[in-house]
Nanobody, 112 residues
Framework: QVQLVESGGGLVQTGGSLRLSCAAS????????VRWFRQAPGKERELVAG????????LYSDSVKGRFTISRDNAKNMAYLQMNSLQPDDTAVYYC?????WGQGTQVTVSS
């Protein structure tokens, strides 16, 4: 089973950028799809971006397309979410996910 630990969240102003990281350990990370979800207060958890396996197709929600970029470095057992042009609506806890489970989440807060 893969263990996931997110980092890189924080407080940023509107229009700013953050890069989230997801460190994986345990079973082979490279043979898993990886996804980023987010959950804002009072809202359901939603899929933000994903990389499929084995074809590494990149997927984005309409709300972040063109602003966020998902990537992975299998040699380092890492996944990333580069977030640009952040808006207050992007405020949420962001979670890394594979078919094996979830990380604990990292808070992203965008001030207006």
């Amino acid at each position: 089973q893969v263990q996931l630990v997110e980092s890189g969240g924080g407080l940023v102003q509107t229009g700013g950028s953050l890069r989230l990281s997801c460190a994986a350990s345990g079973r082979t990370f490279s043979s898993l799809a990886v996804r980023w979800f987010r959950q804002a207060p009072g809202k359901e958890r939603e899929l933000v971006a994903g990389i499929t396996w084995p074809y590494n197709k990149l997927l984005y929600s309409d709300s972040v397309k063109g602003r966020f970029t998902i990537s992975r470095d299998n040699a380092k057992n890492m996944a990333y979410l580069q977030m640009n042009s952040l808006q207050p609506d992007d405020t949420a806890v962001y979670y890394c996910n594979t078919d094996d489970g979830w990380g604990q989440g990292t808070q992203v807060t965008v001030s207006s």
